[in-house]
């Protein structure tokens, strides 16, 4: 599908990163005009902006001083880039912490912070609040027309928490607007459970080290809360933005599975969503697994958005500074990073940061620019290679993949999943189970979207639903519809415990999700690492590990038992025929070969072609359809080279048809045309 470019009237892909000019004002003479041919000549086209400027914006309360920011502005429009403004919500001036301590965070254990980081300050503070909308406004008037101005970046990594008195009070009216009323609430939390029933809502504190800490509805509602937070506070932010410059879309940098925030929620506000991409790439064999945990998370990001192109606002053209060890990045390996971006669905490859800065915590993290200042690095000249691919792809800007499966990622359900107390407590692996029904997937070269519980199932043919502890409302009649409307369905073991309040569903395991499956899921088995069990399934043997449910089939057909222990015989693996479609049921967690050959026989059976016949491991498949074309993308994650088989009648970048045995060299990324729409 073919949509518009993202920034209004510039159809490209966008090639840019973190500028911070501010940093040097006092050498700008020198140095901003050499940036821009810097920039330039890397094929670079956007920078973004005033990211953490505003105690150079706003020196003084209320005195706003935007020369650098004019310049700069303008040097950017005279050199044909686009700026990706931000707002400078990230960092706060000392003043402000100084005069309003009300800004400044408190923590879990109730201690107010002092001024100093960033990304930490109190969101219901209506001071804070006045001051974002303040300095939002002043800078969508100034820059409205500029012709620089392509997007707004809003902050900076929204993330954390507070529990400060204001924070408390907003907390408890928003529970208060959810429940309506204290016994309401009581009821949906169990709070009879330790005697901890609330006289009234101004009873209930957020959780803490030194306060309630244990009812995970508590937990699983501040999480829902902090997440409504940000949701509100970005809606604020972009409310003078929207009304100033309304063609000039927003977006928040995302983090990937960062777990404070349900960015499905926060997605839905997003114009475009966007993040930051920090592959830990090792150089060496795991790089092939890295390849295929990042394809994940780009996936999960584009879902973030509604499958719509997205952008990778930040990555390192080479090592980071905040792991234990920063390993260089191998040669070739930055236009894997970024043309796997591309391959699902970014239409940017951005980095952090432009120019690395002469001190303080980040002067040693990768950058396009290093303190040689010159072109004359291997980074730079890696960059450039990449902003000349970029140029030659531009007809790909708009294009997505055309998914026919769906992987199912839900950060509510992941939250209670992950504190609920019961087998394998503090270690669910919920989304390393994700993770490896995606790797599976992936590898065997089908396109995969990543969607959570909200989101409609009726685009695609089959939907994989791993663990689905908490049923989100309306989900289970989604899974219903989807399966009798003649999708398949694939389910598992630990699904269907509680609803939205945490609380378990009475009469019966998977729930509301019962009917569908055809089955009862009485009991959990947790195994030990030395323990397992196996089952055998189309002439082979495969191992059950961690988890090991103990259904009774009511109406559904036994694909395979249990070979052990006092379940043995009971089923495995069930299929039911629900209406005009199937939903199967793996009552066991199993290693990724069972998963591996269970779902190249069911993605067969419903007729979902690969990409490509026999992908290689450690090979990353994708395609982008739009206007202009299908695109294919082979990406190699491996040290070494491999060989893949490529479809008849494809064309390379250069037009040259290439097709049958093709091979791809360590870290190699391939990109080709094909015939068909
Ligand atoms: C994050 C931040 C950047 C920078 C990078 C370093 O993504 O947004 O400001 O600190 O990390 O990797
Ligand atoms: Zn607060």
């Given at each position: 599908?073919?949509?518009?470019?993202?920034?209004?009237?510039?159809?490209?892909?966008?090639?840019?990163?973190?500028?911070?000019?501010?940093?040097?004002?006092?050498?700008?003479?020198?140095?901003?005009?050499?940036?821009?041919?810097?920039?330039?000549?890397?094929?670079?086209?956007?920078?973004?902006?005033?990211?953490?400027?505003?105690?150079?914006?706003?020196?003084?309360?209320?005195?706003?001083?935007?020369?650098?920011?004019?310049?700069?502005?303008?040097?950017?429009?005279?050199?044909?880039?686009?700026?990706?403004?931000?707002?400078?919500?990230?960092?706060?001036?000392?003043?402000?912490?100084?005069?309003?301590?009300?800004?400044?965070?408190?923590?879990?254990?109730?201690?107010?912070?002092?001024?100093?980081?960033?990304?930490?300050?109190?969101?219901?503070?209506?001071?804070?609040?006045?001051?974002?909308r303040a300095i939002n406004t002043a800078l969508a008037e100034r820059y409205k027309d500029h012709p620089a101005l392509g997007l707004w970046h809003v902050s900076n990594e929204y993330g954390g928490e507070c529990?400060?008195?204001?924070?408390?009070?907003?907390?408890?009216?928003?529970?208060?607007?959810?429940?309506?009323?204290?016994?309401?609430?009581?009821?949906?939390?169990?709070?009879?459970?330790?005697?901890?029933?609330?006289?009234?809502?101004?009873?209930?504190?957020?959780?803490?080290?030194?306060?309630?800490?244990?009812?995970?509805?508590?937990?699983?509602?501040?999480?829902?809360?902090?997440?409504?937070?940000?949701?509100?506070?970005?809606?604020?932010?972009?409310?003078?933005?929207?009304?100033?410059?309304?063609?000039?879309?927003?977006?928040?940098?995302?983090?990937?599975?960062?777990?404070?925030?349900?960015?499905?929620?926060?997605?839905?506000?997003?114009?475009?969503?966007?993040?930051?991409?920090?592959?830990?790439?090792?150089?060496?064999?795991?790089?092939?697994?890295?390849?295929?945990?990042?394809?994940?998370?780009?996936?999960?990001?584009?879902?973030?958005?509604?499958?719509?192109?997205?952008?990778?606002?930040?990555?390192?053209?080479?090592?980071?500074?905040?792991?234990?060890?920063?390993?260089?990045?191998?040669?070739?390996?930055?236009?894997?990073?970024?043309?796997?971006?591309?391959?699902?669905?970014?239409?940017?490859?951005?980095?952090?940061?432009?120019?690395?800065?002469?001190?303080?915590?980040?002067?040693?993290?990768?950058?396009?620019?290093?303190?040689?200042?010159?072109?004359?690095?291997?980074?730079?000249?890696?960059?450039a290679e990449v902003g000349r691919r970029l140029e030659r792809l531009k007809a790909l800007a708009g294009s997505s993949p055309e998914s026919r499966v769906a992987l199912i990622y839900d950060w509510e359900n992941?939250?209670?999943?992950?504190?609920?107390?019961?087998?394998?407590?503090?270690?669910?692996?919920?989304?390393?189970?994700?993770?490896?029904?995606?790797?599976?997937?992936?590898?065997?070269?089908?396109?995969?979207?990543?969607?959570?519980?909200?989101?409609?199932?009726?685009?695609?043919?089959?939907?994989?639903?791993?663990?689905?502890?908490?049923?989100?409302?309306?989900?289970?009649?989604?899974?219903?519809?989807?399966?009798?409307?003649?999708?398949?369905?694939?389910?598992?073991?630990?699904?269907?415990?509680?609803?939205?309040?945490?609380?378990?569903?009475?009469?019966?395991?998977?729930?509301?999700?019962?009917?569908?499956?055809?089955?009862?899921?009485?009991?959990?088995?947790?195994?030990?690492?030395?323990?397992?069990?196996?089952?055998?399934?189309?002439?082979?043997?495969?191992?059950?590990?961690?988890?090991?449910?103990?259904?009774?089939?009511?109406?559904?057909?036994?694909?395979?038992?249990?070979?052990?222990?006092?379940?043995?015989?009971?089923?495995?693996?069930?299929?039911?025929?629900?209406?005009?479609?199937?939903?199967?049921?793996?009552?066991?967690?199993?290693?990724?070969?069972?998963?591996?050959?269970?779902?190249?026989?069911?993605?067969?059976?419903?007729?979902?072609?690969?990409?490509?016949?026999?992908?290689?491991?450690?090979?990353?498949?994708?395609?982008?359809?739009?206007?202009?074309?299908?695109?294919?993308?082979?990406?190699?994650?491996n040290p070494h080279s491999v060989t893949v088989n490529l479809p008849g009648g494809v064309r390379a970048e250069n037009g040259e048809p290439v097709c049958g045995l093709t091979e791809l060299q360590a870290w190699?990324?391939?990109?080709?045309?094909?015939?068909?729409?």
């Amino acid at each position: 599908m073919q949509y518009p470019p993202i920034m209004k009237d510039f159809p490209a892909l966008l090639h840019g990163g973190d500028y911070n000019p501010e940093q040097w004002r006092h050498m700008k003479d020198e140095i901003w005009p050499k940036d821009m041919a810097l920039a330039k000549a890397a094929g670079i086209n956007t920078l973004s902006v005033g990211i953490f400027s505003w105690a150079v914006l706003e020196p003084r309360e209320g005195e706003y001083d935007f020369s650098f920011l004019d310049e700069i502005m303008d040097l950017m429009a005279a050199n044909g880039l686009k700026a990706v403004l931000a707002t400078p919500s990230g960092a706060k001036p000392q003043w402000m912490a100084e005069k309003y301590p009300e800004v400044l965070r408190v923590t879990a254990d109730r201690r107010r912070e002092l001024f100093g980081g960033r990304h930490n300050h109190c969101l219901t503070s209506p001071v804070y609040r006045e001051k974002v909308r303040a300095i939002n406004t002043a800078l969508a008037e100034r820059y409205k027309d500029h012709p620089a101005l392509g997007l707004w970046h809003v902050s900076n990594e929204y993330g954390g928490e507070c529990h400060c008195p204001l924070c408390q009070q907003r907390f408890r009216e928003w529970l208060k607007e959810r429940y309506g009323t204290i016994e309401n609430l009581n009821r949906a939390w169990w709070n009879t459970f330790w005697s901890h029933e609330y006289p009234s809502f101004e009873a209930v504190e957020s959780p803490s080290p030194i306060g309630e800490r244990d009812n995970t509805s508590l937990l699983l509602n501040w999480r829902r809360f902090t997440t409504e937070q940000f949701v509100d506070f970005y809606e604020w932010e972009t409310a003078p933005l929207k009304a100033i410059t309304p063609d000039v879309p927003c977006t928040a940098n995302l983090m990937g599975t960062y777990d404070g925030i349900d960015y499905f929620r926060l997605g839905k506000s997003l114009d475009v969503s966007s993040w930051d991409n920090y592959p830990r790439w090792t150089g060496d064999q795991r790089d092939a697994r890295i390849l295929m945990d990042t394809a994940f998370t780009h996936d999960l990001m584009r879902g973030v958005g509604g499958q719509k192109p997205f952008l990778m606002m930040e990555s390192s053209p080479s090592a980071v500074n905040w792991q234990p060890i920063n390993r260089l990045r191998r040669p070739g390996v930055l236009m894997l990073q970024s043309m796997q971006a591309i391959a699902h669905g970014s239409d940017s490859v951005q980095y952090f940061q432009f120019r690395k800065g002469r001190g303080s915590a980040e002067k040693y993290h990768g950058a396009v620019v290093d303190h040689v200042g010159t072109k004359e690095t291997r980074v730079y000249r890696e960059v450039a290679e990449v902003g000349r691919r970029l140029e030659r792809l531009k007809a790909l800007a708009g294009s997505s993949p055309e998914s026919r499966v769906a992987l199912i990622y839900d950060w509510e359900n992941r939250w209670a999943l992950e504190q609920a107390a019961f087998g394998h407590k503090n270690h669910q692996k919920y989304e390393e189970t994700v993770r490896a029904h995606y790797r599976v997937l992936r590898g065997l070269a089908r396109d995969v979207d990543v969607i959570d519980e909200t989101c409609e199932l009726t685009p695609y043919q089959v939907v994989c639903g791993p663990m689905t502890y908490l049923l989100r409302p309306g989900f289970a009649e989604r899974v219903q519809a989807f399966v009798s409307g003649g999708g398949v369905y694939v389910g598992t073991y630990v699904s269907g415990w509680v609803d939205e309040d945490d609380l378990c569903f009475l009469g019966g395991w998977p729930g509301p999700l019962k009917e569908v499956f055809g089955l009862w899921d009485e009991e959990t088995d947790a195994l030990d690492e030395t323990r397992h069990n196996h089952f055998g399934w189309r002439g082979k043997t495969y191992q059950v590990d961690d988890y090991a449910a103990l259904v009774h089939t009511r109406g559904a057909e036994v694909l395979a038992l249990y070979d052990e222990d006092f379940y043995r015989g009971d089923p495995v693996l069930t299929r039911h025929a629900y209406g005009k479609g199937l939903a199967y049921y793996i009552a066991a967690r199993t290693v990724e070969d069972f998963l591996r050959d269970f779902y190249a026989a069911l993605l067969k059976k419903q007729g979902i072609a690969p990409l490509i016949r026999d992908l290689p491991a450690g090979v990353d498949c994708t395609s982008r359809v739009g206007d202009h074309g299908k695109y294919l993308f082979v990406l190699n994650g491996n040290p070494h080279s491999v060989t893949v088989n490529l479809p008849g009648g494809v064309r390379a970048e250069n037009g040259e048809p290439v097709c049958g045995l093709t091979e791809l060299q360590a870290w190699e990324a391939l990109i080709v045309r094909t015939n068909d729409q």
